[in-house]
C-alpha cells in the first residue's frame, strides 16, 4: 500500500462545477497535512494547509478526519484556470522528517 | 535570492556522461530536499538535508546518484555514468526546517534529457 494515495483522475468538470478530491495516508502519526497545485510542466506550488478543524480559503475548502486517515479538498464553483493536478501532502514527523507526496489527482475544466 | 533558484534549467547529455545539478535555497532555509519527476508521473523523493548533513538518503536510486551540501546553503547533485532512465526533472526544494508543518517550496526544475 502505497503511503499517500490519490485517485489519479482525470476529472473532466464543466466550469461552475464543484468537484472534491479524496487523500488517503497510512502513517498514523502523520502530523502536518498540506494541498499543492501543479501545473503542466510546471513545479508544484502550496495550495493550501489544512487544518485539523478544516480550512477554507475563498472557493477551496480542506478537510481533515485523522480517524479515518484521508484529506479531502473541495474547489467550489470552477474555473477554467484551476486545470491542474493536485497533490496530496503529508508530514510523518516522527522517527525524523519525511514528507511524502502523494501522485497526483489531474483536474480539467471545460468551457 | 526570493526563491529556490537551480541551474542548469535544461541538460541533454549523451549516455554516459556525468551532470551536475545545482540548488540555491531560500535564504534562511536549512532543510533542502532533492526530488524527480518524470514525464506525467509523481514527485520521487531523493534526498534531503538538514543542515549540511542528509539524515534520509533512501530514495537516492542507485550509487551512481550523491549529493552534497555545504555551508548549509548550496546543494549539488551528481549523476553519474547517466543512463536514459534518468531522463527526468529534478526538482529542489527549500524549508525554514525539517520540522513538520514548514511549508516546503520548489525550484523550477532542471530537466535532464539523456540520449
Known amino acids: 500500500r502505497k503511503e499517500v494515495e490519490q485517485d489519479p483522475g482525470p476529472f473532466n468538470v464543466p466550469e461552475g462545477a464543484t468537484v472534491a478530491f479524496n487523500c488517503t495516508y497510512s502513517n498514523s502519526a502523520s502530523q502536518s497535512f498540506f494541498w499543492y497545485r501543479q501545473d503542466c510542466r510546471k513545479e508544484p506550488k502550496l495550495l493550501m494547509s489544512v487544518y485539523s478543524s478544516g480550512n477554507e480559503d475563498g472557493r477551496f475548502t480542506a478537510q481533515l478526519n485523522r480517524a479515518s486517515q484521508y484529506i479531502s479538498l473541495l474547489i467550489r464553483d470552477s474555473k477554467l484556470s484551476d486545470s491542474a493536478t493536485y497533490l496530496c501532502?503529508?508530514?510523518?514527523?516522527?522517527?525524523?522528517?519525511?514528507?511524502?507526496f502523494g501522485a497526483g489527482t489531474r483536474l480539467f475544466v471545460k468551457a | 535570492g526570493a526563491g529556490v533558484s537551480q541551474s542548469p534549467s535544461n541538460k541533454v547529455t549523451e549516455k554516459g556522461k556525468d551532470v551536475e545539478l545545482r540548488c540555491d535555497p531560500i535564504s534562511g532555509h536549512t532543510a533542502l530536499y532533492w526530488y524527480r519527476q518524470s514525464l506525467g508521473q509523481g514527485l520521487e523523493f531523493l534526498i534531503y538535508?538538514?543542515?549540511?548533513?542528509?539524515?534520509?538518503k533512501s530514495g537516492l536510486p542507485s550509487d551512481r546518484f550523491s549529493a552534497e551540501r555545504t555551508g548549509g546553503s548550496v546543494s549539488t547533485l551528481t549523476i553519474q555514468r547517466t543512463q536514459q532512465e534518468d531522463s527526468a526533472v529534478y526538482l529542489c526544494?527549500?524549508?525554514?526546517?525539517?520540522?513538520?508543518?514548514?511549508?516546503?517550496?520548489f525550484g523550477e526544475g532542471s530537466w535532464l534529457t539523456v540520449v
Open positions: 526544494a527549500s524549508s525554514l526546517g525539517a520540522v513538520s508543518g514548514n511549508t516546503i517550496y
Open positions: 538535508f538538514q543542515g549540511n548533513s542528509a539524515p534520509d
Open positions: 501532502v503529508v508530514n510523518a514527523g516522527t522517527g525524523g522528517f519525511k514528507t511524502i
